[in-house]
């Protein structure tokens, strides 16, 4: 079974300064990687994905990276702004099973 | 635009009771999850269904059910409750199986 596993569960970051939220993966299959953003007393929203025959995908000031050597995915934003603090998610699609998904890192941006 | 619609937002049970969490979708689609969201433990799936009178369980099942008759409708049903149960509940829905999952503002449940 597939596993994602974000290892850091808190992060701060000085506003303007760039946010690099990790996800790790533990088998090799080939699907797509989201990204979901979660505000408290809301639920989770959708804000990025990657297909796995890609290494970069890029929204705005968004931008998820794809190691597949590492088996590792990265969520950069950039410039951080206050209304970035949330906790974000990383989720794995089959595209045949429900997402799985991670434990989440919660952003801090201070401005 | 209500999208996914969760009643109710807060409730709090004794142990041994019974309660239904309600959750609506608008949008014509045929996946519908339920997710409980507890603290540093991420979204693990109770429960999902890929059309009406289909269901299947996810990750965590026990001490629920799930039912769908319609395909605006899946309600999950809580028996017998028990405190490993007080938590954030999500329900979701989706068009298929790849892609973006909607999701209802959560129902904070609390077992005493």
């Known amino acids: 079974d597939q596993q994602v596993k974000q290892n850091s569960p808190s992060l701060s970051v000085q506003e303007g300064r760039i946010s690099i939220l990790n996800c790790d993966y533990t088998n090799s299959m080939f699907d797509y990687f989201l990204w979901y953003k979660k505000y408290p007393a809301e639920g989770p929203t959708f804000l990025i994905s990657i297909s796995s025959i890609k290494d970069k995908n890029e929204d705005g000031r968004f931008t998820v990276f794809l190691n597949k050597s590492a088996k590792h995915l990265s969520l950069h934003i950039v410039p951080s702004q206050p209304g970035d603090s949330a906790v974000y998610f990383c989720?794995?699609?089959?595209?045949?099973?429900?997402?799985?998904f991670g434990k989440g890192t919660r952003l801090s941006v201070i401005a | 635009n209500a999208g996914v619609t969760q009643t109710p937002k807060f409730r709090i049970l004794k142990i041994g009771q019974s309660m239904t969490l309600q959750c609506a979708q608008d949008?014509?689609?045929?996946?519908m999850y339920w997710y409980r969201q507890d603290p540093g433990m991420g979204l693990k799936l109770i429960y999902y269904s890929v059309g009406a009178g289909i269901t299947d369980k996810g990750e965590v099942p026990n001490g629920y059910n799930v039912s769908r008759s319609t395909t605006e409708d899946f309600p999950l049903r809580l028996e017998l409750a028990a405190p490993s149960q007080t938590s954030v509940y999500f329900c979701a829905s989706s068009y298929g199986w790849a892609g973006e999952l909607f999701f209802g503002e959560g129902s904070r449940l609390t077992v005493l």
């Open positions: 949008m014509n689609h045929n996946y």
């Open positions: 989720a794995y699609d089959s595209g045949n099973t429900p997402l799985v």
